[in-house]
């Protein structure tokens, strides 16, 4: 019988080539968890935990992702042959930690690709060959160079721009964009620094024919954006608080938001994402893939996540040399034209994942086999 007899987790340390500032708090070097798998006859599968290290944006964290995926999810996948969907089903006990749950799932999805001979484009009925990009600027507090910043990227092919924005870069930061690109494909995201008492910034940003704001209330609210949904015409996006299928459901039957941006690993399940987009499509929500700053491994599923039919806006997928000095996996994550990423059309992850440059950056590894 075939099963997993091997279960690792490596914490890797990446360097950036940037500081990513955000409302939450800013990321420097990248922390990330690999899981590995390993069959009995010799697969192998990864999939990666990409928590921030600090409960800043979700509640967990690298050190709760460790904690949970040791001690918890390798006990279930070990000795066993779990589909995606099984693993989904024998984990549903465990509430939240989604992100510990996610990189093992990812790992399975990797197996089952290897085990059926179809890749997971195929796997999950993808028809497209390639997703579009856009790309998301954090807070920097001069003007020029976030202009400068933006006319690059609008050079390099990117089809949309998310600016991060906090109560002290808010209503004159895209005044001065939207002034200087007058038809720029412009969105914002505030990750939850406001609150229905700024309600006057709020109608104030809606002037300015944004495609959507991210997240402008609470992390875990829905009821407070359906508030102000009717209060605005720019579709409200939901990020931090669509955790699950059942948030979303209960997000669009409120009337909290127009779009959600689907990080499969916030939802902590590629089978969940696939429910959501069928959801999605029944209520005529749009989706877009957002991105955590994750290593390849992650970022592989975003791009197989954006993939699916209702990811109806340019995805937040950073390109591997834009951030990390060394990334994962290779080929690295490059565009293939102007402000598109190749969907892999290939068995297993899509990509080869670099176990050298993974134990380079290691600083803590686990183990259990059976
Ligand atoms: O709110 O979308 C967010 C990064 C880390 C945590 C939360 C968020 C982000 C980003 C990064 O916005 C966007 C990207 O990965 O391209
Ligand atoms: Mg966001």
Same mark, same amino acid.
């Given at each position: 019988?075939?099963?997993?007899?091997?279960?690792?987790?490596?914490? /890797?340390?990446?360097?950036?080539?940037?500081?990513?500032?955000?409302?939450?708090?800013?990321?420097?070097?990248?922390?990330?968890?690999?899981?590995?798998?390993?069959?009995?006859?010799?697969?192998?599968?990864? @999939?990666?935990?990409?928590?921030?290290?600090?409960?800043?944006?979700?509640?967990?964290?690298?050190?709760?992702?460790?904690? &949970?995926?040791?001690?918890?999810?390798?006990?279930?996948?070990?000795?066993?042959?779990?589909?995606?969907?099984?693993?989904?089903?024998?984990?549903?006990?465990?509430?939240?930690?989604?992100?510990?749950?996610?990189?093992?799932?990812?790992?399975?999805?990797?197996?089952?690709?290897?085990?059926?001979?179809?890749?997971?484009?195929?796997?999950?009925?993808?028809?497209?060959?390639?997703?579009?990009?856009?790309?998301?600027? @954090?807070?920097?507090?001069?003007?020029?160079?976030?202009?400068?910043?933006?006319?690059?990227? &609008?050079?390099?092919?990117?089809?949309?721009?998310?600016?991060?924005?906090?109560?002290?870069?808010?209503?004159?930061?895209?005044?001065?964009?939207?002034?200087?690109?007058?038809?720029?494909?412009?969105?914002? =995201?505030?990750?939850?620094?406001?609150?229905?008492?700024?309600?006057?910034?709020?109608?104030?940003?809606?002037?300015?024919?944004?495609?959507?704001?991210?997240?402008?209330?609470?992390?875990? =609210?829905?009821?407070?954006?359906?508030?102000?949904?009717?209060? /605005?015409?720019?579709?409200?996006?939901?990020?931090?608080?669509?955790?699950?299928?059942?948030?979303?459901?209960?997000?669009?039957?409120?009337?909290?938001?127009?779009?959600?941006?689907?990080?499969?690993?916030?939802?902590?399940?590629?089978?969940?994402?696939?429910?959501?987009?069928?959801?999605?499509?029944?209520?005529?929500?749009?989706?877009?893939? *957002? *991105?955590?700053?994750?290593?390849?491994?992650?970022?592989?599923?975003?791009?197989?996540?954006?993939?699916?039919?209702?990811?109806?806006?340019?995805? =937040?997928?950073?390109?591997?040399?834009? /951030?990390?000095?060394?990334?994962?996996?290779?080929?690295?994550?490059?565009?293939?034209?102007? *402000?598109?990423?190749?969907?892999? =059309?290939?068995?297993?992850?899509?990509?080869?994942?670099?176990?050298?440059?993974?134990?380079?950056?290691?600083?803590?590894?686990?183990?259990?086999?059976?």
């Amino acid at each position: 019988m075939i099963k997993v007899v091997k279960a690792e987790l490596f914490h /890797i340390r990446l360097a950036t080539k940037f500081v990513f500032k955000t409302s939450f708090g800013e990321i420097k070097n990248r922390d990330t968890i690999i899981v590995k798998l390993t069959l009995n006859n010799g697969i192998v599968g990864y @999939g990666e935990s990409a928590p921030l290290s600090e409960p800043v944006y979700l509640e967990e964290s690298i050190g709760t992702c460790k904690h &949970i995926i040791n001690d918890f999810l390798f006990p279930i996948v070990l000795g066993n042959n779990l589909t995606p969907k099984e693993f989904v089903e024998k984990t549903s006990h465990f509430r939240g930690n989604r992100i510990a749950k996610y990189g093992i799932e990812c790992a399975l999805w990797m197996i089952r690709s290897q085990l059926k001979s179809k890749s997971i484009k195929k796997l999950l009925n993808s028809k497209r060959t390639s997703v579009c990009i856009g790309e998301s600027i @954090g807070l920097l507090d001069s003007q020029s160079e976030r202009n400068e910043l933006i006319k690059k990227r &609008i050079n390099q092919g990117y089809k949309r721009i998310k600016l991060k924005i906090s109560p002290d870069h808010d209503v004159e930061v895209i005044k001065n964009v939207r002034k200087t690109f007058p038809n720029l494909s412009l969105m914002v =995201d505030a990750n939850s620094a406001y609150s229905l008492k700024d309600i006057d910034v709020l109608k104030e940003l809606d002037k300015y024919n944004l495609l959507m704001i991210e997240q402008p209330l609470g992390f875990d =609210d829905i009821i407070d954006h359906a508030k102000l949904q009717v209060q /605005i015409k720019t579709p409200i996006c939901l990020d931090e608080s669509i955790v699950s299928y059942e948030h979303a459901r209960k997000a669009i039957e409120l009337g909290a938001c127009k779009i959600i941006n689907v990080k499969p690993g916030r939802i902590g399940s590629l089978y969940e994402t696939i429910r959501i987009n069928k959801l999605a499509k029944k209520n005529n929500i749009k989706l877009w893939c *957002g *991105g955590m700053l994750e290593a390849g491994i992650a970022n592989a599923f975003n791009i197989y996540a954006a993939s699916l039919s209702e990811f109806k806006y340019p995805a =937040d997928i950073f390109l591997s040399n834009k /951030i990390f000095e060394q990334d994962i996996i290779s080929p690295i994550i490059d565009m293939k034209a102007k *402000g598109e990423i190749e969907i892999p =059309d290939k068995i297993g992850l899509g990509f080869k994942v670099n176990e050298e440059v993974i134990i380079k950056n290691k600083i803590d590894y686990m183990i259990v086999t059976s």
